[in-house]
């Protein structure tokens, strides 16, 4: 897929260059030593662009500081605002960051005024050659695209056209578009969609890969391989984020295997092996290309690993493939300044308390943004609600709120576990 270039202060995204790594700070935002110092931290590790969350004026001006403060010591990898539910906190952020990024489900809840308030944006971002990211997440389209196409990949392709439709008319080419899903097989289908619909229409914007909410350790890890190596493989695809529920710096370290997706590497511990893996088997497990009943188990092969270790490994592949479901899912968002409790810790006990759970999805979300629209996929979910308390939900709807924290996964596992009587 051949795209145009877009600048995000000095990093180069499309237009042939080399794919980008980025990924996201999971600290709050005002925390501003924090915030720093983990830039520092992912930035040695190899990050291209780093976001943070920025929810509101309070957030601009913190990140503005960020700013200077990397700047101060040698340190211009580009920032990215990601904002949700207000345009005028895009345009201010607009002035601060070297790209934005903007979610077409939340910019505006009127559709009505979209090219209005896309005006003034794009008005700021020429001034300050700040460039955008129209970001589309499965389970948070807007109403009218819902109504019409339902929560699809085409509804996610049709979500993101009417974006840079308007970007096209109103002659904003510093664009980048995302299609993420936690649902490996709607990201990939509704990326190749958006691929041929951009050619059909004379486009050529940059695409951000990223398999959302793909959750932590070997799980997460070969969902995300899984989606963004097959696109990556046909050619779709110029920078991409692995979204795990771990510390920024593992998304690098994990994401920079992807760079070496040309050929199998040489597999000498099991991060390589899920690269290589997802190499070789992804695109034909879930494309249904390959019958996955007929090969032998195991059927990848690794000197580090026993027969039963690596038929575990292959099971897990094929749970990342939606090939088979032989254990509980997991969709958990990888934490950012919005989240309210500690994600890592909470997502390890609600494992171990669910272990023995097969075939059940669970969401567990930092937060109302990655909440209730985008874990759905899932059958039980988890989402703080701040203060201490968290609200648990069957499929979209809440069923229990304000529960405190210490009591929480308890009280999720006896909700899961009184629906399956």
Same mark, same amino acid.
């Given at each position: ?8 202060? *000095? ?33 040695? &590790? ?107 990949? &085409? ?124 190499? %070789? ?66 997502? %390890? ?39 201490? *308390? ?32």
């Amino acid at each position: 897929m051949k795209t145009h270039t877009v600048y995000a202060g *000095k990093l180069a995204i499309g237009g042939g260059t080399p794919v980008s790594v980025q990924t996201m700070c999971n600290t709050d935002t005002l925390d501003i030593e924090a915030s720093v110092a983990q830039c520092i931290l992912v930035a040695g &590790e190899g990050a291209q662009l780093i976001r943070l969350t920025t929810q509101g004026p309070a957030q601009v001006k913190a990140l503005s500081v960020i700013k200077e403060r990397l700047h101060a010591q040698g340190i211009d990898v580009p920032l990215v605002a990601d904002v949700h539910f207000s345009a005028s906190t895009a345009m201010e952020a607009a002035r601060v960051a070297e790209k934005v990024r903007i979610n077409p489900g939340n910019f505006s809840r009127d559709f009505s005024r979209v090219k209005e308030l896309l005006i003034q944006l794009f008005e700021i971002c020429r001034e300050n050659k700040t460039c955008l990211r129209i970001g589309v997440n499965h389970g948070s389209l807007p109403p009218h695209i819902l109504e019409t196409y339902g929560n699809s990949p &085409e509804g996610m392709c049709r979500a993101a056209m009417e974006y840079l439709e308007l970007c096209r008319e109103l002659d904003f080419s510093d664009v980048v578009v995302s299609l993420k899903s936690s649902n490996t097989r709607v990201m990939v289908q509704a990326n190749r969609m958006l691929a041929e619909r951009m050619e059909e229409a004379g486009m050529s914007y940059p695409v951000h890969l990223g398999v959302t909410e793909s959750g932590s350790d070997r799980q997460g890890r070969l969902k995300s391989a899984a989606g963004i190596i097959t696109l990556l493989k046909e050619g779709i695809g110029d920078t991409f984020r692995v979204s795990l529920t771990e510390a920024p710096e593992e998304e690098i370290r994990f994401g920079k295997l992807f760079l070496s997706v040309k050929e199998e590497i040489r597999s000498e511990n099991w991060d390589e092996l899920i690269v290589s893996a997802c190499h %070789r088997w992804a695109p034909g497990l879930l494309d249904g290309i390959i019958d996955w009943k007929t090969l032998p188990m195991p059927f990848v092969q690794a000197s580090f690993g026993t027969e039963e270790e690596l038929k575990d490994f292959c099971m897990d592949l094929l749970q990342a493939t939606r090939c088979v479901f032989t254990k509980p899912e997991y969709i958990s968002c990888p934490g950012c300044g919005r989240t309210k409790f500690n994600l890592e810790e909470t997502v %390890r006990s609600v494992k171990k308390a669910t272990a023995h759970l097969k075939g059940c999805t669970i969401a567990i979300m930092g937060c109302i943004v990655n909440g209730p629209g985008e874990m759905a996929d899932a059958q039980y979910g988890y989402v703080g609600e701040g203060n201490g *308390k968290i609200t648990l939900y069957k499929g979209k709807t809440p069923v229990i709120r304000g529960i405190p924290q210490e009591e929480a996964v308890e009280r999720l596992l006896e909700l899961i576990e009184s629906q399956q009587k």
